[in-house]
């Protein structure tokens, strides 16, 4: 059993910026990816790393404004989130793969889940 608790949301202006860590109970040898799901809408891709590191995959929103990162040492996942906008508010999770397919983006294929973290993005 594999469980992960992120932190690093809050409030924050546009344009600011934020850092979001994932931190896992075991090393997992899998892709560890990042999801946010705001109010009445489903849960959406934002980015994954596969376990080295070495090969990441973003969402078009994502793309240019957020990095991916891993320390395996220390069984964390960072999102750094820059330029936020209003509509990046949500509640971002963390989660890891069963079999590591870092280009399959469904949340179903993501076996363990953080408790989430919220963050507010104001205009």
């Known amino acids: 059993q594999v469980q992960l608790v992120e932190s690093g949301g809050g409030l924050v202006q546009s344009g600011g910026s934020l850092r979001l860590s994932c931190t896992a109970s075991?090393?997992?040898?899998?892709?560890t990816g990042w999801f946010r799901q705001a109010p009445e809408k489903e849960r959406e891709f934002v980015a994954a790393?596969?376990?080295?590191?070495?090969?990441?995959l973003y969402s078009d929103s994502a793309k240019g404004r957020f990095t991916i990162s891993r320390d395996n040492a220390k069984n964390t996942v960072y999102l750094q989130m820059n330029a936020l906008k209003p509509e990046d508010t949500a509640v971002y999770y963390c989660?890891?793969?069963?079999?590591?397919?870092?280009?399959?983006?469904?949340?179903?294929?993501?076996?363990?889940w953080g408790q989430g973290t919220q963050v507010t993005v104001s205009s």
């Open positions: 075991v090393r997992t040898f899998s892709v």
């Open positions: 790393i596969n376990w080295s590191g070495g090969d990441t």
């Open positions: 989660g890891t793969q069963g079999y590591g397919n870092l280009r399959d983006t469904r949340p179903d294929v993501y076996t363990y």
